[in-house]
């Protein structure tokens, strides 16, 4: 069975460091996720990614963050200059064509910011 | 802005009981309700999808019913098994207007069924 793979699985940085977290969403989906989830809280919604652009981001998504998928096959997520705050579970999730589709969701990247 | 709540926090159950983890929420131009289930440290794994215009969907020994007009969702478990102590949670899409499809979370229901 086809499913979403996110790496690393953890990946501890420096605050101030640049980091990029990786996803490779299921071949025959189109809209693409990613969400956060701090320990103990709610999962969050970020931003949605559409036909090779952003379709909507949260609050939360500011001029820190960026997505791409430039190849056709990764979507990556680059935070550019980490705070301690950032510190979060990261999940990637794809569906395909109609929003009646189910959201799939990677198994998530562990971001720590020391 | 959409808010999903879910009740209770957690819940201790003995193997073999039925039990019910309800969602509730604001939205009133829901699209969907998945149900997720999630393990400690692991990602979401989608348990039922129900559409807005759906009363209810089946999996297995999983039922999750969708009543739009008083804003609620239920997840009823029967038999319960060890194997089934995780977290749950439901989420709701609004594919109205601008909205891609985003999913807004509840906080989940710690479930622990004990032999």
């Known amino acids: 069975e086809p499913e979403v793979t996110q790496t690393p699985s953890h990946q501890v940085t420096q605050m101030g460091q640049e980091v990029i977290l990786r996803c490779v969403p299921i071949?025959?989906?189109?809209?693409f996720y990613w969400y956060r989830q701090i320990l103990g809280q709610k999962v969050e919604f970020l931003v949605s990614?559409?036909?090779?652009?952003?379709?909507?981001k949260s609050e939360i998504f500011d001029d820190q963050f960026s997505v791409e998928r430039p190849d056709g096959s990764n979507f990556t997520l680059k935070i550019r200059s980490t705070k301690l705050e950032d510190s979060a579970m990261y999940f990637c999730?794809?569906?395909?064509?109609?929003?009646?589709?189910?959201?799939?969701f990677g198994a998530g990247t562990r971001l720590s910011v020391l | 802005k959409q808010e999903v709540t879910q009740i209770p926090a957690a819940l201790s159950v003995p193997e073999g009981e039925n039990l019910v983890l309800n969602c509730s929420f604001t939205?009133?131009?829901?699209?969907?309700l998945q149900w997720f289930r999630q393990d400690p440290g692991k990602g979401l794994t989608s348990l039922l999808l129900?559409?807005?215009?759906?009363r209810e969907q089946t999996s297995g020994r999983l039922n999750a019913s969708l009543d739009k007009s008083s804003g609620r969702s239920t997840l009823y478990i029967a038999a319960s098994q060890p194997g089934d102590s995780a977290t749950y949670l439901c989420?709701?899409?609004?594919?109205?207007?601008?909205?891609?499809?985003?999913?807004?979370f509840g906080q989940g229901t710690i479930l622990t069924v004990h032999p």
């Open positions: 999730a794809g569906r395909r064509g109609t929003a009646k589709n189910i959201q799939y």
């Open positions: 071949s025959n989906h189109l809209y």
């Open positions: 990614f559409y036909n090779n652009e952003i379709s909507e």
């Open positions: 939205d009133s131009a829901i699209y969907n």
């Open positions: 129900i559409q807005s215009s759906q």
């Open positions: 989420a709701e899409s609004n594919a109205g207007g601008t909205s891609y499809g985003k999913l807004t």
